[in-house]
């Protein structure tokens, strides 16, 4: 396409946003809504599938073996452990290990059980990491039938109840989202409606002296991704500062160690890019649909 | 140049316009079509630059079946054909240069080009001074010339005029009737539905008579042969 042409479709396309008053401002207020709750929800999702993912990371097994088993059974345990598969790795803790870990874990309260170091209740007790973390479930179960061992115990539930509270979070967005673009596609496509009823003539015209359907669309399609552009104008700043705004207020109590949010540099840029990209597909196809019909002249 | 054959067409409400058509137009030729109204003329202009299909049939123009074009080629074929209606269909914001100038900026022509050409249109129909008018500024002759020249700007090989002094005095259709005739001596083919029975009397010309979607009748020299 020559630059002439490109500079024309512009200037039409300008010409028809300033034409179009109060429509480009509901269509573009439209769009702006729609990206806001892009923006929000895409946000949320992506953190909690990355906590998710973290949590799930440190997930391990703790086999506690049977109180009466002895050495040889203990030992053959741990061969019959790493013969499972999707087993990464197993390590022995003694149940005096694991009464200092209990008291490490309990800090100043902890010294109450250091009474019980001359007769330890604990079991001595496996831990196990699995190649896959997803495999977790899988491989407990499967460990559970094995002799000697006591029971299993796994921090799996708080990862799989974030990944749920994840899924949940998405499909609500998803059918909110859809909702709202649906939305902003018809107004824009009504909105542009207008300029072509104005224009019905100029188009047939164009048409009977041999212009090309592309050349016609041309400064609809501008139109189009100006008011996509415009609308995510107010969305792209607030995802921006709201989110530097939310890392640092969360950072402060970042000690529940889980919490640790995407960075802002890249993810809130990248996001940003996102609305950008989604706000100029729905202006550009509510626009080109609307000319469609026209065409088929 | 343009070659029918058995063309039929049946509208979408069922209303058969053209009933078997059978016709050969040679390049540089002038012809009239005409027949009462609702006989089938406009549809048979409107088949010619590809408004609309025939229901069956072969219409081939330039040795290309125009009925097997693509969507994609239409307006390559709308390129060669200048289109005249009666009533003119000028862009009422654009001055009479911009108007004809539009044919040629809307197919990407060059401004140097385009320039030099629209000069030269409107010269061969008389409003060269008149460029910078607006339509609403001319009469209804020089409006009908504005028109014209927007057709011809590209050179087309054919030119289709729906009854063009349709909306005219006696006096302006005759100064059309001149513009025509230069175009046609130029080589173009001149294919014109008209209701006008003094002229197709006077300027002597082929005339194809449509009744009922039929040809009825297709004599060089012919008369109008309907009481007006």
Redesign the interface.
Known sequence: M?A??IK?HFREGFKNIARNGWMTVASVGAVTMTLLLVGAFLGLILNLNHMAEKIEDDVVIKVLIDLAADDEDVIALGKELEKVPGVENVIFSSKDEELNTLIDSMGEGGEVWELYEQENPLNHAYIIKATDPHDTDGIATEVAKLNAVDSVSYGQEVAQNLFKFTDYARTVGIILIAGLVLTAIFLISNTIKLTIMARS??I??????????S??RGPFFVEGLLLGVLGSIIPITVVLSGYKLIESSIGGISSIGFVEMLPFNPFAWQLAGIILIVGAGIGIWGSLMSVRKFLK? | MILMKDIYKTYGNGVTALNGINVEIEQGEFVYIVGPSGAGKSSFIKLI?R?IKPTRGSLQINNRDISELK??EV?????NIG?IFQDF?L?PKLSVYENVA??L????ES?RNIRKRVMEVLDLVGLKNKSRFFPNELSGGEQQRVSIA?AIV?RPKIVIADEPTGNLDPDTSWEIMRVFEEINNSGTTIIMATHSKEIVNTIKKRVIAIEDGLIVRDEQRGDYGYES
Do not use: C, Q, S, W
């Open positions: 020559k002439r042409t024309r003539t100029e047939g015209i164009m048409k009977l002296v041999g212009a090309t359907n050349f016609i002249v | 630059y408004e969507e994609k307006p390559m074929l709308r390129r289109v269909r862009l539009f044919a900026e809307v197919i990407e401004p927007r590209n």
